[in-house]
């Protein structure tokens, strides 16, 4: 089993609906990362958390330490927010990966 | 300016070669790291070097050897290529170990 879970694998939505996705872990964490995988390859860091919640412009990222869960929610969602979301933790020196969710938001 | 960059961004190259991939960052961070993701698109850690010490070396064959020549490079040489390399490799870089990470835009080698 990863040490690090993602749900759902895949999301379809419609333009305009709010996202959610989740993330379990299973390891000691000093942070916890939200990454995005565009469709043309390049990743780019969205948020990195250790306790409660971030917010940046329309997405928000909340962590529970506690429930070693934490969610990347997205609101009035957009087609040009497809793509793939990587929830990754850092224990120690290292960074382990989910599998990444991929989402797909139809005009 | 490009803050992680890589090169080159496509390798196509044939089983048995020896092919090197460049990693610079003008970040002024201390740690680099190389990532692959696989045909599967999960990503996992390589190497990983603070100030050119190596201090993450995960289960990887040791025809892939890393190489820091100063704090904003670091290189994946990569020995006897096989097909099972194929693979996207990605550099990336933070402040310091168990910060925020700024990734390259990934190098595709293609083993054949």
């Known amino acids: 089993k990863n040490e690090v879970e993602q749900s759902p694998q895949n999301l379809t939505a419609q333009e305009g609906e709010f996202i959610t996705i989740n993330c379990s872990y299973s390891v000691g964490i000093s942070a916890l990362h939200w990454l995005q995988q565009h469709p043309g390859g390049g990743i780019v860091s969205l948020f990195m958390?250790?306790?409660g919640k971030k917010k940046h412009g329309r997405l928000i990222a909340t962590i529970n330490i506690q429930e070693k869960h934490s969610s990347l929610h997205i609101t009035a969602s957009h087609p040009r927010d497809s793509a793939v979301y990587i929830c990754a933790v850092t224990s120690g020196s290292r960074l382990t990966f989910g599998e990444g969710t991929q989402l797909t938001v139809n005009p | 300016d490009t803050a992680v960059s890589q090169t080159p961004k496509y390798l196509v190259t044939q089983m048995g070669n020896d092919k090197s991939i460049k990693c610079e960052q003008n970040l002024g961070h201390d740690t680099m790291y190389w990532y692959k993701q696989d045909s599967k698109k999960f990503l996992k850690i390589m190497f990983s070097?603070?100030?050119?010490?190596?201090?993450i070396n995960e289960t990887v064959p040791n025809r892939f050897s890393p190489k820091s020549p100063d704090k904003a490079h670091l290189n994946l040489h990569i020995n006897s290529l096989e097909l099972g390399d194929s693979a996207v490799y990605f550099c990336?870089?933070?402040?310091?170990?168990?910060?925020?990470?700024?990734f390259g835009p990934g190098t595709r080698l293609t083993v054949l």
């Open positions: 070097y603070n100030n050119k010490e190596l201090i």
């Open positions: 990336a870089s933070s402040f310091d170990r168990g910060y925020e990470q700024f």
């Open positions: 958390l250790s306790s």
